[in-house]
């Protein structure tokens, strides 16, 4: 029995060891041109022609007559005509001004770096005499830069980039003959879904941009539809097994667009069909019914929003068939992306962002105007840019550039609203440009969470214009990523400096990205975003394991400031923490830290308890905080206030702060309230006028009524002639005592009639 199980064993590992070679190499071959030819479909109209003429020796006849026809065909398969391309490039150097230098600064860091017969497997040493690092490949893989040498090539006059283009080409299909690539296997696979797949949207583009030069020869345009064709299987044979991920996804799109692109190949059918059904489950099961991408993500949701959009446009173009649902999913993912949305029309920086390091807030006019293309909604119209971005104003046509610069702009209406699915909770005043904004991050992605941070009932806070206590972009190869991705640069709340995201995972090719193997669950507690005090109210088990239990409570007074709620219980005495973002000095000891804008607008963070010990300011790379903390106990609150101000003038009185604090038209009390005759006790009192906030209410007295709390409850009250309205922000309903018997609170305001 042993020595079967043995033999099994033995079978299935070399079976497995095959198939990971074969899928690599032996498999998918690239033909060679003639064997190419030999293999021409009827489809191709005088295909017999061609196949006889390059099979009688005459292969640039050949090579001509195909090209023609693919060339003619070109013209109605892609997202722009070839034929205007001197057209589109004179608007777009009086759009994009810069465009020409930009782009031939780009071609250059390529070409300086890479020989157009590049070696394609490491290790090897680049032009400038340094060994190519893993990132580097990876890059050099996707060719980010190709598209740059075409622009160059008619913007610049640098018509060597032509042939460094195609001969780079003809490089890696040597490569790949000669089986000198970077297998998937190793990590970092030249064909890899998304190196291959990204690669393939490059040239694509390039290729396009070609055609409308009389210098891209016949023979070229050949090799590059060999090129796409041989690529086309391999991304279709290595990606049977679904996988979660952008990675999978761009492939498909490349799948698709190639198929779109030469349908008079039987394999493109079974092409089409088959990126059509994996992406379709990309959508459904990697879109959560919010509209976000399950990554949480900023980056990645646009660059899903980036996938989808070729795949849909191109399809319209091309009237191929796409599933009914799409329409709305995709529709979906641009709505979130208003719900997230700034006052500023900007966007917040959330998990892995990685276009601009250290950066605060993203840009998303350019990706709205794909949704105003596609979809001319005015409230997408009002985020939408009137001209897309320098890349996307190659996937939109001269119609779709018109309807941007008509469109219709409605601002919106919504104001503090959930993405619950993802995880995402937004306390939103309004959309004046200097309105009051907080985002909360709450959720871990269940699937592939690689991108997540240790943020998890984090926050960030916008008002006045500015983002006030931010979050930061990363970049996977630079040395700090780790520390940026963890919780000492994130809002939240620690035990014995232990930040969220543990078991520190980089990728197997060595390219700098990692991940945290644990991060904490949270689970939201309380919604409440209506009313003049709003509240989301949860909890996470990160800190479980050395026995402490820990819940955050965030109470926004609209317009005014929030108060946030840090309480943790355990059986051990630990140290506790709480950490804020933003350049801060720190006034009335370790109470007040303030920071300060150049308009002189800016934030007061304000200790209300008495359990803080003390606090410190520091940071790296320019990006600072500051981070209050106890003394070791068993137990700790922090319940602090913080307060965006417009003025010097605005800023929170610090004069008698310790007996009465003043945050603008709002009164903070410590226990105890006397008013009009009656007497609350709370933890805290948060007052203006007549409404009333009870942090940790445990009574309200006077000489007809009596209410009581045998557990501390946070209770607003409205106060009037007739009596008092009460409602309630804990989780469950709320059992109050008195002396006529016990009342119910709940979220829905409860009346309670007597004399004030």
Same mark, same amino acid.
């Given at each position: 029995?042993?020595?079967?199980?043995?033999?099994?064993?033995?079978?299935?590992?070399?079976?497995?060891?095959?198939?990971?070679?074969?899928?690599?190499?032996?498999?998918?071959?690239?033909?060679?041109?003639?064997?190419?030819?030999?293999?021409?479909?009827?489809?191709?109209?005088?295909?017999?022609?061609?196949?006889?003429?390059?099979?009688?020796?005459?292969?640039?006849?050949?090579?001509?007559?195909?090209?023609?026809?693919?060339?003619?065909?070109?013209?109605?398969?892609?997202?722009?005509?070839?034929?205007?391309?001197?057209?589109?490039?004179?608007?777009?150097?009086?759009?994009?001004?810069?465009?020409?230098?930009?782009?031939?600064?780009?071609?250059?860091?390529?070409?300086?770096?890479?020989?157009?017969?590049?070696?394609?497997?490491?290790?090897?040493?680049?032009?400038?005499?340094?060994?190519?690092?893993?990132?580097?490949?990876?890059?050099?893989?996707?060719?980010?830069?190709?598209?740059?040498?075409?622009?160059?090539?008619?913007?610049?006059?640098?018509?060597?980039?032509?042939?460094?283009?195609?001969?780079?080409?003809?490089?890696?299909?040597?490569?790949?003959?000669?089986?000198?690539?970077?297998?998937?296997?190793?990590?970092?696979?030249?064909?890899?879904?998304?190196?291959?797949?990204?690669?393939?949207?490059?040239?694509?583009?390039?290729? $396009?941009?070609?055609?409308?030069?009389?210098?891209?020869?016949?023979?070229?345009?050949?090799?590059?539809?060999?090129?796409?064709?041989?690529?086309?299987?391999?991304?279709?044979? @290595?990606?049977?097994?679904?996988?979660?991920?952008?990675?999978?996804?761009?492939?498909?799109?490349?799948?698709?667009?190639?198929?779109?692109?030469?349908?008079?190949?039987?394999?493109?059918?079974?092409?089409?069909?088959?990126?059509?059904?994996?992406?379709?489950?990309?959508?459904?099961?990697?879109?959560?019914?919010?509209?976000?991408?399950?990554?949480?993500?900023?980056?990645? $949701?646009?660059?899903?929003?980036?996938?989808?959009?070729?795949?849909?446009?191109?399809?319209?173009? @091309?009237?191929?068939?796409?599933?009914?649902?799409?329409?709305?999913?995709?529709?979906?993912?641009?709505?979130?992306?208003?719900?997230?949305?700034?006052?500023?029309?900007?966007?917040?920086?959330?998990?892995?962002?990685?276009?601009?390091?250290?950066?605060?807030?993203?840009?998303?006019?350019?990706?709205?105007?794909?949704?105003?293309?596609?979809?001319?909604?005015?409230?997408?119209?009002?985020?939408?840019?009137?001209?897309?971005?320098?890349?996307?104003?190659?996937?939109?046509?001269?119609?779709?550039?018109?309807?941007?610069?008509?469109?219709?702009? @409605?601002?919106?209406?919504?104001?503090?609203?959930?993405?619950?699915?993802?995880?995402?909770?937004?306390?939103?005043?309004?959309?004046?440009?200097?309105?009051?904004?907080?985002?909360?991050?709450?959720?871990?992605?269940?699937? %592939?969470?690689?991108?997540?941070?240790?943020?998890?009932?984090?926050?960030?806070?916008?008002?006045?214009?500015?983002?006030?206590?931010?979050?930061?972009?990363?970049?996977?190869?630079?040395?700090?990523?780790?520390?940026?991705?963890?919780?000492?640069?994130?809002?939240?709340?620690?035990?014995?400096?232990?930040?969220?995201?543990?078991?520190?995972?980089?990728?197997?090719?060595?390219?700098?990205?990692?991940?945290?193997?644990?991060?904490?669950?949270?689970?939201?507690?309380?919604?409440?975003?209506?009313?003049?005090?709003?509240?989301?109210?949860?909890?996470?088990?990160?800190?479980?394991?050395?026995?402490?239990?820990?819940?955050?409570?965030?109470?926004?007074?609209?317009?005014?400031?929030?108060?946030?709620?840090?309480?943790?219980?355990?059986?051990? %005495?630990?140290?506790?923490?709480?950490?804020?973002?933003?350049?801060?000095?720190?006034?009335?000891?370790?109470?007040?830290?303030?920071?300060?804008?150049?308009?002189?607008?800016?934030?007061?963070?304000?200790?209300?308890?008495?359990?803080? @010990?003390?606090?410190?300011?520091?940071?790296?790379?320019?990006?600072?905080?500051?981070?209050?903390?106890?003394?070791?106990?068993?137990?700790?609150?922090?319940?602090?206030?913080?307060?965006?101000?417009?003025?010097?003038?605005?800023?929170?009185?610090?004069?008698?702060?310790?007996?009465?604090?003043?945050?603008?038209?709002?009164?903070?009390?410590?226990?105890?309230?006397?008013?009009?005759?009656?007497?609350?006790?709370?933890?805290?009192?948060?007052?203006?006028?007549?409404?009333?906030?009870?942090?940790?209410?445990?009574?309200?007295?006077?000489?007809?009524?009596?209410?009581?709390?045998?557990?501390?409850?946070?209770?607003?009250?409205?106060?009037?002639?007739?009596?008092?309205?009460?409602?309630?922000?804990?989780?469950?309903?709320?059992?109050?005592?008195?002396?006529?018997?016990?009342?119910?609170?709940?979220?829905?305001?409860?009346?309670?009639?007597?004399?004030?």
């Amino acid at each position: 029995m042993y020595s079967l199980r043995l033999f099994l064993f033995l079978a299935a590992f070399l079976a497995f060891q095959r198939v990971v070679a074969q899928v690599e190499t032996v498999d998918f071959p690239l033909l060679e041109e003639a064997q190419f030819f030999a293999q021409l479909p009827t489809s191709i109209p005088n295909s017999g022609k061609i196949k006889a003429l390059y099979a009688q020796g005459n292969s640039a006849e050949a090579h001509r007559e195909l090209a023609a026809y693919f060339k003619e065909k070109a013209k109605s398969r892609f997202y722009f005509n070839w034929e205007n391309v001197p057209t589109r490039l004179q608007e777009y150097q009086q759009l994009y001004p810069n465009a020409a230098k930009n782009h031939l600064k780009d071609a250059d860091s390529h070409t300086e770096l890479y020989d157009a017969d590049t070696p394609w497997k490491l290790p090897f040493i680049n032009k400038k005499g340094k060994q190519v690092s893993p990132y580097e490949i990876r890059h050099l893989f996707r060719q980010h830069k190709s598209g740059d040498f075409a622009f160059s090539y008619f913007l610049s006059d640098k018509k060597e980039l032509l042939p460094y283009f195609t001969n780079q080409a003809r490089s890696l299909n040597q490569a790949f003959q000669n089986d000198k690539v970077e297998l998937i296997a190793d990590g970092n696979g030249a064909y890899e879904s998304f190196r291959g797949g990204n690669r393939m949207e490059n040239w694509v583009l390039t290729h $396009h941009l070609f055609l409308a030069s009389l210098e891209y020869t016949d023979a070229d345009q050949i090799t590059l539809l060999r090129t796409f064709l041989h690529h086309a299987e391999v991304l279709y044979q @290595t990606n049977q097994e679904f996988q979660f991920g952008n990675h999978q996804t761009k492939g498909m799109v490349a799948l698709a667009v190639i198929a779109m692109m030469y349908p008079e190949f039987e394999a493109s059918k079974k092409y089409y069909d088959f990126a059509i059904a994996n992406l379709g489950k990309h959508l459904e099961l990697e879109v959560n019914s919010d509209g976000f991408q399950f990554e949480r993500s900023f980056h990645y $949701h646009v660059g899903d929003i980036d996938n989808y959009f070729r795949v849909f446009k191109l399809a319209q173009i @091309t009237g191929n068939p796409i599933p009914e649902a799409w329409e709305g999913k995709l529709r979906g993912m641009f709505e979130a992306m208003t719900a997230i949305a700034l006052p500023n029309k900007l966007a917040p920086v959330i998990q892995d962002d990685t276009d601009n390091p250290m950066a605060t807030v993203n840009q998303m006019d350019e990706v709205m105007a794909l949704g105003y293309a596609l979809f001319p909604d005015p409230v997408f119209g009002y985020f939408a840019s009137t001209n897309p971005s320098e890349e996307y104003y190659w996937l939109l046509s001269q119609t779709d550039l018109a309807k941007l610069r008509s469109k219709s702009e @409605t601002k919106p209406t919504q104001k503090s609203t959930a993405l619950e699915s993802t995880g995402y909770y937004v306390f939103r005043e309004g959309w004046k440009e200097k309105d009051q904004y907080m985002l909360i991050s709450t959720g871990v992605s269940k699937e %592939k969470p690689d991108h997540q941070h240790g943020d998890v009932l984090g926050f960030q806070l916008f008002a006045n214009g500015d983002m006030l206590v931010p979050n930061y972009q990363v970049r996977y190869p630079v040395p700090e990523f780790p520390f940026f991705k963890n919780s000492w640069v994130k809002n939240v709340a620690l035990v014995d400096s232990i930040p969220q995201g543990q078991k520190w995972t980089g990728n197997q090719g060595g390219s700098g990205f990692g991940k945290f193997g644990k991060l904490p669950q949270a689970k939201v507690l309380l919604w409440e975003p209506k009313g003049k005090i709003q509240a989301l109210k949860g909890s996470h088990d990160g800190y479980q394991e050395i026995g402490v239990s820990y819940e955050r409570s965030i109470f926004f007074i609209s317009g005014d400031f929030w108060l946030v709620r840090d309480r943790f219980s355990s059986d051990k %005495k630990h140290t506790y923490y709480q950490n804020f973002q933003g350049n801060y000095s720190l006034e009335e000891g370790p109470i007040v830290a303030r920071s300060s804008n150049a308009d002189a607008s800016g934030l007061d963070i304000l200790q209300l308890g008495a359990q803080v @010990t003390g606090a410190n300011t520091t940071g790296m790379n320019g990006k600072n905080r500051v981070t209050f903390h106890s003394e070791p106990s068993n137990a700790m609150e922090f319940v602090t206030v913080l307060r965006p101000y417009d003025s010097y003038q605005d800023r929170t009185s610090l004069e008698g702060f310790k007996e009465k604090i003043q945050l603008g038209d709002w009164e903070a009390f410590r226990e105890n309230l006397d008013m009009n005759g009656i007497n609350f006790t709370a933890d805290y009192i948060l007052r203006k006028g007549d409404l009333l906030f009870l942090l940790g209410m445990k009574g309200i007295q006077s000489e007809s009524l009596t209410l009581k709390s045998s557990n501390p409850v946070d209770v607003q009250v409205s106060l009037a002639t007739s009596g008092m309205e009460l409602k309630s922000f804990e989780p469950g309903p709320v059992l109050l005592e008195s002396t006529s018997g016990s009342i119910t609170l709940t979220s829905t305001p409860t009346q309670i009639n007597h004399e004030k």
